[in-house]
């Protein structure tokens, strides 16, 4: 029987389902390892089952027992890996697609309609019982006849995108490269981040961290857009830069900011805090019961099949 080190603690199903396939060293208390004890408790283990918490990086990599073949991501993103360096060594990396597709989406609807009705200030006066209704209390932007601009068109973009035009949204996208009519389903492709952020009264980041995307949201990026533009991240933290589009609040070029996801999570910038258009979420997109089940199983599934077959259809290096 193959033995897997499981980095966090999984839901108890999940945990069940290991044991009957592997040995499996379990994390019951959900510490945070560190490198140090990640490598250690790695010894004599034949792989790894991380999540995005888990740093693993060239140091790490090549500090693993030699024993270690793969190490399967509980995620779709895989930045917390440097898979080059994994490549290197020969450990293959895995990643949980689709299954989380549909939450993901649910909670991008969740910060456009969040950013755009004013979710937190409406929050906030709901509990200090301190509001009164008024024909003008709380005026938000109506979703109806919108233009929303998909910033990666994969299968999450594309599941927003469904889930929009029930809303009565217009659909525009920017991807590495143009889709098919089939997979379009009528959206409007914009070669340039620079066309797509233009024609966006509101955006909606679903595009993976890549060195291409890092701050792809700055100071220059943000004058692309309409003047009182609503701006959406369910993807990584990594794509905005946080001075910029504080600044751009501030001056109300930007008109609400929605994200489950940020730089340093779970620090979240102090310039923020005290900003009432911004509906802040921490980085649940996949948190229900039925995905976070899902992409343990999945995770299992392709360390199970690396072991049976020497690869895995999930392999991303
Ligand atoms: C969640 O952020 C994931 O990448 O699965």
């Known amino acids: 029987m193959k033995k897997i080190l499981i980095t966090r603690r999984l839901l108890k199903s999940n945990e069940e389902k290991v044991l009957k396939i592997f040995k499996a060293n379990l994390n019951s208390n959900d510490e945070l390892y560190s490198q140090q004890k990640l490598i250690e408790l790695s010894k004599g283990c034949d792989g790894i089952l991380t999540s995005i918490t888990d740093q693993i990086n060239e140091e790490t990599i090549n500090r693993l027992p030699d024993t270690i073949k793969i190490i399967s991501n509980f995620a779709v ?70 233009r929303l601009g998909i910033l990666g068109m994969g299968r999450v973009g594309r599941a927003v995108a469904k889930l929009a035009k029930a809303f009565g949204m217009i659909i525009h996208y920017h991807n590495r490269s143009k889709l098919s009519p089939e997979l ?46 609503i701006i959406t991240n369910s993807a990584r933290g990594d794509m905005i830069e946080d001075e910029a589009m504080i600044n751009a609040l501030n001056k109300k070029k930007i008109y609400a900011l929605g994200l489950d996801v940020y730089k340093n999570e779970p620090k979240l910038n102090p310039g923020y805090l005290n900003m009432k258009n911004v509906f802040i979420l921490p980085h649940i997109g996949s948190a229900t019961k039925e995905t976070r089940t899902a992409m343990a199983n999945l995770a299992i599934d392709n360390l199970d099949e690396f072991f049976k077959t020497g690869n895995c259809r999930n392999k991303v290096n």
């Open 77 to 146: 993103g895989f930045g917390n890996i440097d898979l080059q360096a994994a490549k290197k060594k020969d450990i293959a990396i895995t990643n949980t697609p689709d299954v989380l597709t549909d939450a993901t989406a649910e909670i991008a609807m969740l910060l456009i309609l969040g950013a755009a009705r004013r979710a937190s200030e409406g929050i906030e006066y709901a509990k200090n019982s301190s509001w009164k209704w008024s024909a003008d209390f709380l005026i938000g932007k109506q979703l109806t006849g919108a």
């Open 184 to 229: 379009e389903q009528g959206a409007i492709y914009h070669d340039s981040i620079k066309s797509l952020f233009s024609v966006s009264d509101i955006l909606s980041i679903n595009c993976p961290a890549t060195k291409d995307t890092i701050n792809i949201i700055n100071k220059d990026s943000l004058e692309y857009f309409p003047t009182g533009a």
